[in-house]
């Protein structure tokens, strides 16, 4: 089956800097490239993802990149606020049948 | 407007006792998941249905069990909880290559705890 590796477990930035997770993947035949996030307690929930046939992918704060070739895949979190304090998770999928996780990222934004 | 539904939330058994987690959707979802996730971890993929069909992952203990009686239900059964079967049970949908965004949706999950 695919392995997702996520670097790093742990990450603390002060509140206005910005933060960068990193996952690679094992499949080349995943297609699709979901984060999720987690806070305490609750569901994950989709924050952005990203398909096989685009490279970078915006929606305000947060971007998704994308390297094939490489087979990874990064989260970039800018001004960061406290509120983004949470676990995010990398995922990746084969045709949306099977999702993968990363071991996730505890981002701690100090204010 | 909970879309992906769990009950219980909050399971307390004894070691070796059967227990079923439930899980409804109102997506109409071809494909329902079940990942166990512990303490501080990543969610594990245990098996999931695509229609009907089931699919096993290879290092999921015998000890779990999951039926899909329709496309709205999807059951977790742990035959013979040890005490390493304690976590949190999250149930998903997706729409698999049927169509829409294939996100995957989370139920709030069930914590089973094993005394």
């Known amino acids: 089956g695919e392995n997702v590796e996520q670097h790093p477990s742990t990450l603390s930035v002060q509140e206005g800097d910005s933060a960068v997770i990193k996952c690679t993947y094992s499949?080349?035949?995943?297609?699709?490239f979901p984060w999720y996030k987690q806070e305490l307690g609750k569901r994950p929930q989709l924050i952005i993802d990203?398909?096989?046939?685009?490279g970078e992918k915006k929606d305000q704060r947060i971007a998704v990149t994308l390297n094939k070739t490489a087979k990874h895949f990064s989260l970039h979190i800018t001004e960061t606020q406290p509120e983004d304090s949470a676990v995010y998770f990398c995922a990746a999928s084969r045709a949306f049948n099977k999702f993968y996780f990363g071991s996730g990222t505890k981002l701690n934004v100090k204010p | 407007d909970a879309m992906v539904i769990q009950n219980p939330r909050y399971q307390v058994t004894q070691f070796g006792k059967p227990v079923t987690l439930s899980c409804s959707q109102t997506?109409?979802?071809?494909?329902m998941y079940w990942y166990q996730q512990k303490s501080s971890q990543a969610p594990k993929l245990l098996f999931h249905?695509?229609?009907?069909?089931?699919?096993n992952e290879a290092d999921t203990p015998d000890n779990f069990q999951s039926r899909r009686p329709n496309t709205s239900f999807c059951f977790l059964d742990i035959r013979s909880p040890g005490l390493g079967d304690a976590a949190m049970y999250l149930c998903?949908?997706?729409?698999?290559?049927?169509?829409?965004?294939?996100?995957?949706?989370f139920g709030e999950g069930s914590r089973l705890t094993v005394l």
């Open positions: 249905y695509y229609d009907k069909d089931f699919n």
């Open positions: 990203i398909r096989s046939n685009v």
């Open positions: 499949d080349s035949a995943s297609n699709y």
């Open positions: 998903a949908t997706s729409s698999g290559t049927g169509g829409g965004t294939g996100e995957l949706f």
């Open positions: 997506l109409n979802h071809n494909v």
